[in-house]
């Protein structure tokens, strides 16, 4: 779950590809809550060791990320990176204003530094991306 109080998303839409959330609001009328989008929609060249890492990510109206779920992904030698809990832990709550650089405030995973480091520049950059694009800059914390 994407927006732990999201009622609703819309169809995929809009250029770059992305997703609305909305909850209800006030006497049912829907507010909008934030975007959703797969960073393989917004930066299709980004690839991990062995192709594209596809990962769904939520971020609020003030470019914050409310929560990353990784959808697809191939590792020759196993599932040790980017789909252990404690990658995806690490982007809750996180602005886009951050650095989001491995080795800083996002710990790398040993054998996987090339998926970790792909993975998290996707997510920055298809972020900044929809910020640039949809969020008013006064309200991007």
Excluded: C, W
Excluded at 37 to 43: A, C, G, H, M, Q
Excluded at 72 to 99: C, M, T, W
Excluded at 116 to 128: D, K, P
């Amino acid at each position: 779950q994407l927006f732990d109080e999201a009622s609703f998303f819309s169809a995929k839409e809009g250029n770059p590809p992305h997703f609305k959330a909305y909850a209800d609001g006030k006497g049912g009328e829907p507010f909008l809550l934030g975007f959703a989008f797969y960073t393989t929609d917004l930066e299709p060249l980004e690839r991990g060791y062995d192709g594209p890492i596809q990962v769904l990510v939520g971020m609020d109206m003030s470019g914050v990320i409310t929560r990353i779920i990784v959808v697809d992904h191939n590792e020759p030698y196993g599932n040790f990176s980017v789909d252990l809990p404690e990658y995806a832990v690490q982007f809750l709550e996180k602005s886009i204003r951050e650095r989001f650089r491995v080795g800083d405030d996002i710990d790398a995973v040993s054998t996987a530094t090339l998926t970790v480091t792909s993975a998290t520049r996707a997510i920055r950059n298809g972020a900044r991306r929809m910020a640039r694009q949809f969020l008013d800059p006064e309200d991007v914390k």
